[in-house]
């Protein structure tokens, strides 16, 4: 069984930024990729970022790129997603889930873990 609770969302004004945290419990973490999805009220849940087993490969939605960074940290079991330059399309709620597998992939039908997610609103 793996556990995954999320944390860091809150409240900033467009161009502002969030780290984000996800920290898993079990001892496939270092072994699985990781990915954040977020959905917005009204839409579909969508992806946002992915990273392999490793954190050698990441993979991000066209909408994030240059904006977003995931990374993981294996020793504390914690993935991360820092988000700059944040803007009011951003809003949603964003939630970390595991890969059954080892690479980093958009799929969500992929993920077979989900946390229960962290607010994040931007404000214009």
């Known amino acids: 069984q793996v556990q995954l609770v999320e944390s860091g969302g809150g409240l900033v004004q467009a161009g502002g930024s969030l780290r984000l945290s996800c920290a898993a419990s079990?001892?496939?973490?270092?072994?699985?990729?990781m990915g954040w999805f977020r959905q917005a009220p009204g839409k579909e849940r969508e992806f946002v970022a992915a990273?392999?087993?490793?954190?050698?490969?990441?993979y991000y939605a066209d909408s994030v790129k240059g904006r977003f960074t995931i990374s993981r940290d294996n020793a504390k079991n914690t993935v991360y997603l820092q988000m700059n330059s944040l803007k009011p399309e951003d809003t949603a709620v964003y939630y970390c889930?595991?890969?059954?597998?080892?690479?980093?992939?958009?799929?969500?039908?992929?993920?077979?873990?989900w946390g229960q997610g962290t607010q994040v609103t931007v404000s214009s």
């Open positions: 079990g001892r496939t973490f270092s072994s699985s990729a």
């Open positions: 990273i392999s087993w490793s954190g050698s490969y990441t």
């Open positions: 889930a595991r890969n059954r597998g080892y690479s980093a992939k958009d799929d969500p039908s992929l993920y077979d873990y």
